[in-house]
């Protein structure tokens, strides 16, 4: 990641005036209804929907890239979504005011920010429902197009559940991952061919793919897992920065910045001991691997 320059940096400021100046804490318009009619079905947010809903629309692509604006009148878009704070702790709660728009501290996002579509609005829909039902705040919508006919043929949408299933890798990314994979019946959702064997679903088109939208910028863990299986592409809303701030303290950028860092020194800066072991058997269930009629993924 390149160093933030001067320019980066006022605009960040810009930011934390709007921010500060973004409404008041304690008391709020009533919340937008506008995702709920992106669901396109009967939906109830208190139920996370595992299943695929079908559907059969023509994709208009990744959103048209953002125009450029100036860093020093440029105002994001805003749905005016501040919920009560009901937090207890009343102090607390005061500090915890609605953000506004999106922090991006670091030249990390240029060249890749694109307008929004009915499926970013359903990801970050997905996540204030799963909120709403005692969950992480976040969501992620898998679609599936057709590549012949260019339509969406079906999508899953899915949320966090690291709290509700006591697992960490509970992401709404790993979750919708493994939906659609098990649904589909294929572990690979960068290319699906109609002839596979295991297709569980049809599709009209030789080949489909999957395109992955998320609330907020993946972690390194659902990161690599959506490479793992094959999605190729990526959209998403919020910002790491966006799920470290204080209320949320979430540690993405840490993450990332970790890998970038030598085993050797994850130790002091970051608390992790990672040991390579020299043992004669490292390589067994390799060698058995390649010379086995095993099933290869
Ligand atoms: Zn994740």
């Avoid at 679609?143 to 079906?154: F, H, N, P, W």
Wanted: aromatic share 10%.
């Amino acid at each position: 990641m390149k160093f933030p320059t001067i320019l980066t940096w006022m605009s960040l400021m810009m930011f934390v005036v709007l921010l500060l100046s973004g409404g008041p804490a304690l008391s709020a318009p009533p919340a937008p209804d506008s995702g709920r009619a992106f669901f396109g079905n009967e939906y109830d947010p208190k139920t996370c929907q595992m299943n695929a809903t079908s559907t059969d629309e023509p994709y208009e692509g990744v959103p048209k890239p953002e125009p450029k604006h100036d860093h020093f009148t440029y105002v994001q878009p805003w749905s005016g979504y501040c919920p009560e704070a009901t937090l207890k702790d009343r102090k607390k709660a005061a500090c915890m005011t609605c953000q506004t728009a999106n922090i991006k501290g670091s030249e990390l996002y240029d060249g890749i920010e694109v307008q929004g579509n009915k499926w970013a609005l359903l990801a970050c829909d997905e996540a204030r429902a799963g909120v709403e039902a005692g969950g992480g705040p976040f969501g992620a919508v898998i679609i599936q197009v057709d590549d012949e006919s260019g339509k969406v043929i079906r999508y899953w949408r899915n949320r966090n559940h690291v709290v509700e299933w006591t697992d960490p890798t509970a992401h709404a990314e790993i979750a919708v991952m493994r939906a659609t994979c098990k649904e589909i019946g294929v572990m690979n959702l960068g290319r699906i061919d109609k002839n596979d064997p295991h297709l569980k679903l049809p599709q009209t088109g030789k080949t489909s793919h999957c395109e992955m939208y998320t609330s907020t910028e993946p972690c390194p863990m659902c990161y690599t897992a959506m490479r793992r299986c094959g999605i190729n592409t990526l959209v998403f809303a919020s910002t790491r920065f966006d799920a470290g701030v204080q209320g949320i303290d979430l540690p993405l950028d840490a993450n990332y910045n970790e890998l970038q860092t030598s085993y050797r020194d994850r130790a002091a800066k970051y608390g992790m001991h990672v040991y390579q072991a020299t043992v004669p058997n490292s390589l067994d269930a390799y060698n058995l691997y390649k010379r086995s009629e095993v099933t290869k993924y």
